[in-house]
């Protein structure tokens, strides 16, 4: 008998044309979201792209007014330098006469010189060395009136003195407020006290409680809303005189308040003065007050032709933040081929 197969159909699912219709929808939607996701990764590595392109214009151009404000700032060094070698050049000027005396005091004479060039402004601050406080030679009263004159508190203007005292002497014993080796060698990285002279003034920088606030000083505003500079004792103290006198003619306040039995009206007057008329001799001096100079006359000298220099020149650059900074101290000598030489040279980046 010959087999007999069974045939069992399991009937699949119709399909009809609105299932094929939905499925035709369905990749369709599949590549639109395959496509969203392609345009996505582009946008943001476009963004990405662009990003790093900025940054590296903006580095470009930040490394170009960087050496564009350099050499502004050499220039504007260059030219102060300039006119001060010709001023000293010249003899003593002749005694003022009424047409001379009414005329505004000279750039030079009030210690700022602006230059203005295509590609930005340069300030440069010329300071006489003679007028500040030489750091070897001075006494802990005269730092003590000097931090008081400019608005240092006491605590820490104890702390700073005690630390300068300790860092010149050449003792290990640090004094009540001070610091030696112990304190130096505990910071990152660690130094020793010199216990010695200093041989520049940046080198307080190293002592115990200073700041680059105090030293090179800030700018604030007082109550009318103009621009004060507090502190910057860069400004009052030098290593690059050879007596503790202070030239009165090219003093700045807070040194004149510094001098012993100096009241601070007298320094007040005395300074006021000089700004209208260099005063001849210690004579003219007295006779400005009735008040006796006492001590402070021991510290004080007229007269004298300046030849060290401080010079600060400053370059800023329209719609950029960057300033470029040069300081150096000049000594004039007539014996150089050029007139003087430089003892000391910094350049700031800020």
């Not at 299932?19 to 979201?33: E, P, Q």
């Not at 003034?201 to 621009?227: A, C, N, S």
Request: glycine fraction near 6%; charged fraction near 25%; hydrophobic fraction near 40%.
């Amino acid at each position: 008998m010959p087999d007999r197969f069974v045939k069992i159909y399991f009937p699949g699912p119709r399909v009809g044309p609105q299932t094929a219709r939905n499925a035709g929808s369905g990749s369709r939607g599949v590549v639109l979201v395959v496509l969203l996701w392609v345009l996505a990764i582009v946008s943001l590595m476009t963004l990405s792209f662009t990003k790093s392109i900025r940054i590296e214009f903006n580095a470009a151009r930040n490394n170009k007014d960087k050496v564009t404000a350099h050499y502004l700032a050499r220039t504007g060094m260059a030219e102060s330098l300039y006119r001060l070698l010709r001023r000293t050049a010249l003899p003593a000027p002749v005694a003022p006469t009424a047409d001379t005396a009414l005329l505004p005091p000279d750039d030079l004479d009030l210690g700022f010189v602006t230059s203005d060039f295509p590609q930005g402004r340069v300030t440069t601050r010329i300071m006489d060395e003679n007028g500040k406080i030489n750091l070897n030679f001075t006494t802990e009263e005269v730092y003590h009136r000097l931090f008081a004159a400019i608005g240092v508190e006491k605590e820490r203007a104890d702390m700073i003195i005690d630390s300068i005292l300790d860092w010149v002497d050449a003792d290990k014993n640090h004094r009540l407020n001070g610091a030696e080796d112990e304190y130096y060698m505990s910071l990152d990285p660690p130094y020793r006290a010199k216990n010695g002279p200093f041989d520049t003034v940046e080198e307080l920088l190293l002592v115990q409680g200073m700041t680059p606030e105090l030293f090179y000083g800030i700018k604030v505003k007082d109550e009318q809303g103009r621009i004060l500079e507090r502190y910057g004792l860069v400004n009052y103290l030098t290593v690059y005189t050879f007596s503790i006198q202070i030239n009165l003619n090219s003093a700045p306040l807070p040194v004149l308040m510094a001098i012993p039995d100096m009241e601070p009206q007298f320094a007040q007057m005395l300074y006021e003065r000089r700004l209208v008329k260099p005063f001849l001799n210690m004579a003219e001096v007295s006779q400005t007050s009735a008040a006796a100079l006492g001590r402070a006359a021991e510290w004080l000298s007229v007269g004298r032709k300046s030849n060290c220099f401080s010079l600060e020149s400053t370059a800023e650059i329209p719609g950029s933040r960057i300033k470029n900074t040069l300081r150096s101290i000049i000594v004039i000598d007539p014996q150089e081929s050029v007139g003087y030489r430089t003892i000391y040279w910094n350049e700031m980046v800020r």
